[in-house]
């Protein structure tokens, strides 16, 4: 079973900090990783993909990659009340087949 | 823009009915997904296909099956539906990812399954 680990949360921000969202996944195998943000009753959307190691940036989102400790992570700089959302991290093995974590609630507080 | 889309938003069944979910997408894309989220357990992977009337199994395909008759249309049947099969369903389409380590998954909207 390939296990993709988050923090349920609620991780709570004041506006305009930085949030911080982790996930960590088993199989040292895994390929790509995906963060996608889901809002309340909607489905899934894409923010942004990494597959090195190292950190990828997006406007006011950073992915980070760590594979020898297999943790890749969201940095939100700037958090906006819009960004109060669920953000799920997802790993894939063959380019095909995902894996999601559980995902972590953000709140970001005006 | 991508566009996927589910036959409905809301659907409530009985206990032993047989129900049917299509998704429809019109990318043009080789794989197509089916998903069910539940409360502190994400996404799990019912089944995928990677072309027409191929399928494979995802992590949790007991008691449902799919059918890919056509490129755009993939089909999730609950054939006797049970009250454990409450949950949002959720479909996904996207490009075949071999050698493409960029690709991602479009989600269509959803449907919250009710089983009495």
């Known amino acids: 079973q390939k296990e993709v680990e988050q923090n349920s949360g609620p991780l709570s921000v004041p506006e305009g900090a930085i949030a911080s969202l982790n996930c960590t996944y088993s199989?040292?195998?895994?390929?790509?990783f995906f963060w996608y943000r889901q809002y309340s009753g909607k489905s899934p959307e894409l923010i942004m993909f990494i597959y090195s190691n190292g950190d990828k940036e997006d406007g006011r989102f950073t992915a980070q990659l760590n594979k020898a400790s297999q943790y890749v992570s969201l940095l939100i700089r700037d958090s906006q009340p819009s960004d109060s959302a669920t953000y799920l991290c997802?790993?894939?093995?063959?380019?095909?087949?995902?894996?999601f974590g559980s995902g972590t609630k953000l709140n970001v507080k005006p | 823009d991508v566009k996927v889309t589910q036959s409905s938003r809301y659907l409530v069944k009985r206990t032993g009915e047989k129900v049917f979910l299509e998704c429809v997408q019109d990318?043009?894309?080789?794989?197509m997904f089916w998903y069910r989220q539940d409360p502190g357990l994400g996404l799990r992977l019912i089944y995928f296909?990677?072309?027409?009337?191929?399928?494979e199994k995802g992590d949790i395909p007991e008691g449902y099956s799919v059918s890919r008759e056509k490129k755009e249309r993939f089909s999730l049947i609950l054939e006797s539906a049970s009250t454990n099969q409450t949950s949002m369903y959720l479909c996904a389409s996207g490009d075949s990812g071999t050698l493409k380590p960029s690709y991602e998954q479009y989600f269509g909207p959803g449907t919250r399954l009710t089983v009495t």
């Open positions: 997802a790993v894939t093995y063959n380019f095909n087949k995902f894996y």
């Open positions: 199989d040292r195998g895994s390929q790509s």
């Open positions: 990318m043009d894309h080789e794989n």
């Open positions: 296909s990677y072309d027409v009337k191929m399928k």
